[in-house]
């Protein structure tokens, strides 16, 4: 069966040209009154994803509240600027020519409350998961342990259902707090969030998740909790590659076959386009072999698609959130 649709809308990419952004714009500082918070042009956003490519943002902040955020979303919008989101970069794949408008990053919006008696953990946007599982371990509490090998933050998380051992985002978060671009807050509950498979419908959304509160179990050994996460640890890092840049799965698994085992039957792994090549050690990633461009990156996402749905007549979903402009070459 071939499964067919668009696909642009299969990559998620961007289709915006009105505004390309230049490598050499003169970088200018404007500071956000009543913050202390600056929003800085033209900023690489290569150092700021996993994959270590992409070019610059025309614009780029970095709160660290919610007062900064709320001021930035206002500055946007007085420019008539559009913004994109980003936390810990490990889920995106950048172009080399950059993002027009603002990016907002949470990476900076840090803060984490765990109330031992009931168990819930409440935490900031940019807490990076990983921390925040292995905090969570240490005090006795169960059901982030699945957690610890994912390179996001929370609101990365909350957004694509991040998940890994069977467990998922969904299945701990108790609400999530987002921002709509016009200042308003809300609190959202997974039941409001269409969550699937790393899938929610806060993806591609305009509003951002400025924190989530977890239920987690109180009272477990947190010796065995540390051990638990030390072993799912030491298990990804013993089937997964992690010493080249990459964004973990690049394409989310079909049924029934993983996209990683369609891929390897395909007899594509080590297959390599410019700097970037399928790993050898998972076929689902893929890895900068050092000067990678997001180009290369691209154009092997697609070859990769297009050798799979010649040989099982399945169309791979990217996993990967592809932003600014592509070229097919
Ligand atoms: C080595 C490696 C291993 C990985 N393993 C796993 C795994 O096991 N399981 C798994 O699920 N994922 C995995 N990933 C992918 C990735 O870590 C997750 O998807 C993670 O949840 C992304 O979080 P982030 O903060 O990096 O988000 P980003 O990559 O920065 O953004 C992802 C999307 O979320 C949006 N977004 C980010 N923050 C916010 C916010 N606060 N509010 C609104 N929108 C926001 C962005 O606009 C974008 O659309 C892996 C990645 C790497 C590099």
């Known amino acids: 069966m071939t499964i067919s649709y668009d696909l642009s809308k299969s990559l998620n ?11 050499d714009t003169k970088s200018r500082h404007i500071h956000l009154p009543g913050t202390d918070c600056t929003i800085k042009q033209g900023v690489s956003l290569a ?3 996993t994959f270590r490519v992409g070019g610059p943002a025309e614009w780029y902040v970095a709160p660290r509240h919610l007062e900064e955020l709320q001021a930035s979303f206002e500055w946007a919008q007085s420019q008539g600027l559009s913004v994109t989101l980003l936390g ?7 172009s080399d020519r950059g993002l027009p408008g603002l990016v907002i990053c949470t990476r900076h919006m840090r803060s984490t409350y765990f109330d031992p008696e009931t168990g819930q953990v409440t935490a900031a946007a940019g807490e990076p998961l990983v921390r925040l599982a292995w905090q969570a371990a240490e005090r006795g509490l169960q059901g982030l342990e699945w957690a610890v090998g994912i390179p996001g933050t929370v609101g990365g998380a909350v957004v694509m259902n991040a998940g890994a051992h069977n467990s998922c985002t969904a299945d701990i978060l108790v609400n999530a707090h987002v921002l709509y671009p016009d200042g308003k807050l809300e609190i959202v509950t997974p039941q409001n969030l269409g969550y699937s498979y790393r ?3 806060l993806q591609g959304d305009r509003r951002l998740v400025t924190q989530a509160t977890f239920q987690l179990k109180p009272g477990a050994d947190a010796a065995q909790l540390i051990a638990t996460t030390a072993a799912h640890l030491k298990q990804r890092h013993s089937t997964q590659p992690y010493n080249k840049p990459n964004c973990g799965s690049v394409f989310r698994n079909p049924k029934p076959h993983a996209a990683g085992w369609l891929i390897e039957q395909t007899g594509l792994k080590g297959h390599r386009i410019g700097n970037a090549a399928v790993a050898q050690r998972h076929a689902n990633f893929i890895l900068n072999c050092g000067g990678a461009t997001a180009s290369d990156i691209f154009q092997l996402i697609r070859f990769v698609q ?3 749905e010649q040989e099982w007549s399945l169309l791979l979903e990217p996993e990967v959130k592809i932003l600014g402009d592509f070229q097919l070459i």
Not at 13 to 23: E, K, L, N, R
């Open 306 to 308: 297009q050798k799979v």
């Open 47 to 49: 150092s700021l994803t």
């Open 88 to 94: 810990a970069g490990s889920n995106l794949l950048v």
């Open 13 to 23: 990419v961007t289709s915006s040209t009105s505004q390309i952004v230049s490598a």
């Open 199 to 201: 899938t929610s419908n």
